[in-house]
């Protein structure tokens, strides 16, 4: 039996089936609200084998049907950030309390797999974990790749590594940036056309438009109730990679389409209180065809934080005539 799945004992002498499936604890993958937990299940295949059971709703209230009819890859992300730190904490026993930091973190889907159904798509996800590294007794980092499966077909390929660090440590580490330090957070700017960026609703728009093409502050709402879903000290890595997701968007001119890859590096933490620039630019060679792809950048205080490339596909809408 495993550790999401129990025998029914409810109430004799009614009918229950003899599994219930439930999330796994909000905890295990550091969220908040119970209704932001992708994962459902997982178990120990040997010492760095492991299979997880996820299940992507048809509705959500970020993560919204794309490219008319597919379920959104960035869930594809949050997931994999999910699956390792529920791995760091439930099998390699990372004591909580303690700080993961992401350093990459990709995916990349097959569309004819990721169309959405009358059901929440029933992930089974088959994890390799790699280059473990300990100090002491104590898990220091790991990387960790991870291979989708629904319905019997593969849907996704990707992975991400991160360190993890203890309480005294990241209190060294961060410093004044920690909460009841002096720092303060930027008043909250413009967002850029909705529509531009590939969103429906202002509030889901992490970018703010400057005097050059390409080129946004980063914008940091930290009421967003998924985006900032609990109190943090830093931009949380799923807010950059949806800058990247709208910088695509905008510099292709598509209100619409379907991010077959996301590349994501994480170079450094991207404070609350200081402007965040992001810019994009279109790869050589992939001007046209089916695919294009775009480099995403992101400089605060003049050194790079973070840097993506993201593939789209054709399918959906096709591009805007005024160029986004």
């Known amino acids: 039996m495993t550790r999401g799945t129990r025998a029914s004992t409810i109430k004799p002498g ?3 089936p003899t599994t219930l499936t439930t999330t796994v604890p909000k905890e295990l993958v550091h969220r908040s609200a119970v209704a932001e937990v992708l994962l459902t299940d997982w178990e120990r295949v040997d010492d760095t084998h492991f299979v997880i059971s996820a299940q992507w709703p048809r509705g959500h209230s970020f993560f919204v049907p794309v490219a008319d009819g597919y379920h959104d890859p960035l869930m594809g992300c949050e997931t994999i ?3 390792g730190i529920l791995l760091g904490h439930a099998e390699f026993g990372v004591p909580f309390g303690h700080q993961f930091l992401v350093w990459d973190l990709d995916i990349a889907v097959r569309p004819e797999h990721l169309r959405m159904g009358y059901e929440p798509a029933a992930l089974s996800i088959d994890v390799e974990c790699t280059d473990i590294n300990r100090r002491g007794r104590n898990l220091s980092g790991l990387r960790f790749e991870a291979v989708f499966h629904r319905d019997g077909n593969v849907v996704a390929t990707g992975g991400g590594s991160y360190s993890c660090m203890s309480p005294a440590v990241y209190r060294r580490v961060r410093g004044e940036h920690l909460p009841g330090g002096n720092r303060y957070q930027l008043p909250l700017i413009s967002p850029a056309a909705p ?5 429906m609703s202002p509030m889901d728009v992490v970018l703010s438009p400057t005097n050059e093409p390409n080129r946004w ?8 109730p998924v985006l900032f879903e609990h109190a943090v000290d830093h931009v949380p890595g799923m807010v950059l990679i949806e800058a990247a997701r709208q910088a695509t968007a905008a510099a ?3 209100s619409s389409y379907l991010p077959l890859g996301v590349a994501n ?6 404070e609350l209180d200081t402007p965040c ?3 994009a630019s279109l790869l050589p060679g992939t001007g046209t065809g089916d695919e294009q792809s775009v480099l995403v950048t992101a400089h605060q205080d003049g050194e790079p934080v973070f840097g993506a490339t993201v593939t789209a596909g054709s399918h959906g809408m096709p591009p805007l005539t005024n160029g986004g």
């Open 195 to 199: 529509q531009s960026v590939g969103r």
């Open 14 to 16: 009614g009918f229950y």
């Open 252 to 254: 292709l001119g598509r």
């Open 265 to 270: 590096e994480f170079k450094r933490y991207v």
């Open 277 to 279: 620039v992001i810019e």
């Open 217 to 224: 502050q980063l914008r940091v709402d930290t009421r967003h």
């Open 81 to 83: 950030r999910q699956i």
